[in-house]
């Protein structure tokens, strides 16, 4: 089973800027379609924020387009996620999700914590 690790959240101002990685125990080559979900507090719903698809095109959320950067490194093996222009309600926990449209629903982190704070 493939792990999946998170990193790069934390505290942050309004205005201010996070990267988020995403690093599995197997390569991230192996991986069709690699993205971001995120799910607010008190929320049940994991909404996609950005995904990378195996041929290229990238697909963003409306509320991130201009703000936020996704990009796969497979020499490095790391799918990250630059944050900038953050507002409060970009506030949730953002889970890196590999291939999660599949009949299997992909690999997950368990996600990583992103406040931004007014």
């Known amino acids: 089973q493939v792990q999946v690790v998170e990193s790069g959240g934390g505290l942050v101002q309004a205005g201010g800027s996070l990267r988020l990685s995403c690093a599995p125990s197997?390569?991230?080559?192996?991986?069709?379609?690699v993205g971001w979900y995120r799910q607010v507090p008190a929320g049940k719903v994991r909404d996609l924020v950005a995904v990378v698809f195996s041929g290229g095109s990238i697909h963003y959320d409306d509320s991130v387009k201009g703000r936020f950067t996704i990009s796969r490194d497979n020499a490095k093996n790391t799918l990250y996620l630059q944050m900038d222009s953050l507002k409060p309600e970009d506030t949730a926990i953002y889970f890196c999700?590999?291939?999660?449209?599949?009949?299997?629903?992909?690999?997950w982190g368990q996600g990583t914590q992103v406040t931004v704070s007014s």
């Open positions: 197997g390569r991230l080559e192996s991986f069709s379609d």
């Open positions: 999700a590999l291939d999660p449209f599949t009949d299997y629903g992909g690999s």
